[in-house]
């Protein structure tokens, strides 16, 4: 529970400061500062936190998906700080000995076979990177993306995110009034509907470069694609000659128990991969890194000069990313997120609330759907706050967990716990 330990002296001036930052976001009445003292005994990341004033929350949000090890494990820590005290960054020109090992290790473990690889730091920039090799590679100019999806914030990436307010006043989509966005044009299709895909197919033909999809949509409601459906996007991507790309931003890394949110889905037969599939969130274990790998026919087609990013693939960031692959090996950490859900359904199966209508999701990627008109789940994220568990509240009306990997039965009971606690204060 929250509320355990003494407060900080000094935190309160903290809290009042003026928040000088843009207004963009639902900003929490929290000023986190570290991992929960004592919360990680074995040294292997602690899923809790505390916040300025010394009280501590199980953390469900994790950077939203950026903490598959928890916060402050030992040996991430000491691979970023030995990195740091040698060479922190190299223009991409001078490639360095970590990013090179860490590509290797992407391309071994990417579902996209013969891989080629583009290094960034944010989800978005990676998204970027696959508009870009898509419309290149194929000289065309629409992408097919979905309904409810989010790929990010950048121009390009919320031409391809669903939800209006983020697009509005910047781009639009082909079919709706007023056609703005002129070089990229996303035509959207419903979420595991094969016939809404087939549609546009018809309709656009050979202006299709690439469908992009979330194999487990995040932000729009930890929404699962069915096996067929991502399939099906194989076969008529082969069809009509476009190009198919994975978004495992957050869903990826392991969160579901294999590298890529596809292959758990899909399976890992080499013909049913994607052709390009970017990374990001959990994949520096909290340092920002992010990366876009193609199959190397399609990488070809980026010509020097044609992308670049000034800190994409630094050795510090690079060094975190290699200690967090390293780690999740070690560990079995994949194997622990495979877990998770299963042992929800168990969870919750012995103490159900009435207010709980869907427990879904695959692995550490966890949606629980409230019942209730309209948002009824938007209060929650301040109500579990409270019972001392972070969560973030998708669409208003799912809660998502996205614990670091290693949590497991006992961790998940006292989410469960907290989270009845929460519901049982829900007058939505
Ligand atoms: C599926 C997906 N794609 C892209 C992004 C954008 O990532 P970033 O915020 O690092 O730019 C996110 C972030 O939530 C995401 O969940």
């Given amino acids: 529970m929250a509320g355990h330990l003494p407060r900080a002296p000094g935190f309160g001036m903290l809290a009042a400061m003026q928040d000088l930052r843009w207004p963009t976001y639902a900003v929490r009445d929290l000023v986190l500062d570290g991992a929960a003292p004592g919360r990680d ?13 010394g009280n501590e929350y199980l953390d469900g949000v994790g950077g939203i998906g950026c903490l598959p090890l928890g916060h402050a494990h030992p040996k991430w820590v000491a691979a970023i700080a030995e990195q740091a005290g040698k060479i922190a960054v190299a223009a991409a020109t001078f490639p360095t000995a970590p990013q090179r090992r860490f590509v ?19 989800g978005t920039e ?39 307010a983020y697009r509005d006043p910047y781009v639009s989509c082909l079919g709706e009034p007023d056609e703005r966005f002129a070089r990229m044009n996303v035509a959207r299709a419903v979420f595991d509907d094969l016939e809404s895909v087939e549609k546009l197919f018809k309709q656009y033909g050979e202006r299709v470069a690439a469908v992009f999809v979330e194999p487990i949509q995040g932000e729009g409601g930890i929404h699962p694609a069915s096996k067929a459906f991502l399939l ?77 990013s000034t800190f994409g693939g630094n050795p510090l960031a690079s060094a975190a990313g290699l200690a967090t692959l390293q780690i999740m090996d070690d560990e079995n950490l994949l194997d622990a997120a495979a877990d998770q859900l299963p042992t929800l359904h168990e969870i919750v199966a012995e103490r159900p609330h009435r207010r709980v209508t869907e427990v879904r999701g695959l692995g550490a990627m966890l949606g629980i759907e409230i019942s209730g008109e309209g948002e009824p789940a938007a209060p929650l994220g ?15 009306k799912t809660i998502r967990l996205l614990l670091p990997y290693r949590a497991d039965e006992a961790i998940l009971r006292d989410a469960w716990s907290r989270i009845r606690r929460g519901l049982d204060k829900l007058h939505t």
């Fill in 126 to 164: 990676s998204n970027e990177a696959g508009i870009k090799i898509a419309l290149r590679a194929t000289k065309r100019d629409v992408i097919i993306g979905f309904e409810r999806a989010f790929h990010g914030r950048t121009l390009g990436s919320i031409a391809l995110t669903a939800t209006p």
């Fill in 41 to 53: 005994p074995d040294g292997r990341g602690s899923v809790y936190v505390a916040d300025a004033e």
């Fill in 232 to 308: 099906g996007l194989r076969g008529m991507c082969n069809e009509y000659g476009a190009l198919l790309g994975t978004d495992e931003i957050q869903c990826g890394s392991g969160r579901t128990g294999n590298f890529d949110a596809w292959t758990t889905i899909v399976g890992d037969d080499p013909k049913d991969a994607p052709d390009i599939a970017w990374y990001a969130k959990a994949l520096g274990g909290g340092f920002p890194i992010a990366a876009c790998v193609a199959k190397a026919g399609i990488a070809e087609h980026m010509s020097k000069g044609s992308h670049g």
């Fill in 382 to 396: 301040d109500i579990l706050q409270d019972e001392g568990l972070l969560v973030t509240v998708c669409k208003g």
């Fill in 104 to 122: 290797e290790l992407l391309v071994e473990r990417s579902v996209v076979p013969d891989a080629r690889v583009f290094l960034a730091n944010t």
